[in-house]
């Protein structure tokens, strides 16, 4: 029903920014999705980073990336995104767009059994 496709991933040195973008198809109209970011690096169980409710009104983060990273989003272009700055070596891992349709209690943005759609995920590596 609905398809999550990632994009700006890629390789970048300890200090420097890159900003994901999230684009869904398909499915309903996009601001009745609650939207999140959760990575995943070797060895390490899927973890929380950002959600963002329907409207953008309400945003949260992981303690490890607040004050270096925001989510934002665009209904109209059915889009999420993760600007990234700061970055730091730990922060590399597979990155991945989440999707929810049920309603969302300010606990459920940091559940990954929250939501019901997942992209494919995309690369992020940051050097020393």
């Known amino acids: 029903q609905v398809q999550l496709v990632e994009s700006g991933g890629g390789l970048v040195q300890a200090g420097g920014s890159l900003r994901l973008s999230c684009t869904a198809s398909g499915g309903r109209t996009f601001n009745v999705y609650a939207m999140g970011w959760f990575r995943q690096a070797p060895g390490k169980e899927r973890q929380f980073v950002a959600g963002?409710?329907?409207?953008?009104?309400?945003?949260y983060y992981a303690d490890s990336v607040k004050g270096r990273f925001s989510i934002s989003r665009d209904n109209a272009e059915r889009t999420t995104y993760l600007q990234m700055n700061s970055l730091k070596p730990e922060d590399t891992a597979v990155y991945y767009c989440a999707a929810g349709s049920g309603i969302f209690y300010t606990n459920n943005y940091y559940t990954t059994g929250s939501y019901d759609y997942w992209g494919q995920g995309t690369q992020v590596t940051v050097s020393s």
């Open positions: 963002i409710s329907r409207t953008g009104a309400s945003i």
